[in-house]
């Protein structure tokens, strides 16, 4: 069965800090990837997102994510967290030929001053 | 371009009430999906237009839920009679192409009382 997992429910980080969220995902075909933002009150925007070719893709706001077959996974990444940053991060999982994305449980991210 | 749009943003309503969830795509987008978040889990599918067609509606949770799409263009979804549990948050989204990302509205927070 489809499915993704984000380990990570809450992650504080400090302002400066690098940021690593994690995603793993479970799909039986070649998968399209991923990663949206919801500030509060908002709706979900894209950040980036991986079809093929290059495994690392960078997306807006400074943040890249890197697909990792062997693994299942495509965590998100980002170098310096900006405050702005603290919003929830949703992992999701799609494929070719398929009409519908998996999406995971999110991951809440608190930037500390 | 204007986005996709939700309306009412919240409602409160009691166990046994009809809610009409509405949600108006971009223009031009002929797949429109609606997705269901309850506390804390996963965005959960529930259905996929291709204009005014019901392509997949696996993710139904049963027969209170009806979702319609008018002419290919705005749709909605009714609940009824609710039940505590169909609270959530019930996101709307469309894209203009099967697997291209999708473009969320806001979201309506459903609480049923």
């Known amino acids: 069965a489809q499915s993704v997992t984000q380990p990570d429910i809450h992650i504080t980080v400090s302002e400066g800090a690098s940021l690593e969220l994690r995603c793993n995902y479970s799909?039986?075909?070649?998968?399209?990837l991923f990663w949206y933002v919801q500030s509060p009150g908002q709706g979900l925007q894209l950040l980036l997102k991986y079809f093929s070719g290059d495994t690392l893709v960078q997306g807006i706001k400074g943040f890249e994510a890197e697909f990792k077959r062997s693994q299942s996974s495509f965590n998100l990444r980002k170098p310096s967290v900006h405050w702005s940053d603290a919003a929830e991060y949703f992992c999701a999982v799609g494929a070719r030929g398929f009409n519908k994305f998996y999406f995971g449980s999110g991951t809440k991210l608190n930037v500390k001053p | 371009e204007a986005g996709v749009t939700q309306f009412p943003s919240h409602s409160v309503i009691e166990k046994g009430q009809t809610v009409t969830l509405r949600c108006d795509p971009i223009?031009?987008?002929?797949?429109l999906y609606w997705y269901r978040r309850v506390m804390g889990k996963e965005i959960k599918f529930l259905l996929h237009?291709?204009?005014?067609?019901?392509?997949?509606e696996s993710g139904m949770p049963n027969n209170r839920f009806l979702a319609e799409r008018t002419g290919g263009t705005y749709s909605t979804l009714k609940v009824q009679p609710a039940e505590l549990e169909d609270s959530g948050v019930y996101f709307c989204?469309?894209?203009?192409?099967?697997?291209?990302?999708?473009?969320f509205g806001n979201g309506t927070r459903l609480t049923v009382t």
């Open positions: 223009s031009g987008h002929d797949n």
């Open positions: 989204a469309s894209s203009q192409y099967l697997m291209s990302p999708l473009h």
């Open positions: 799909y039986g075909a070649t998968p399209y």
């Open positions: 237009f291709v204009k005014e067609s019901k392509q997949d």
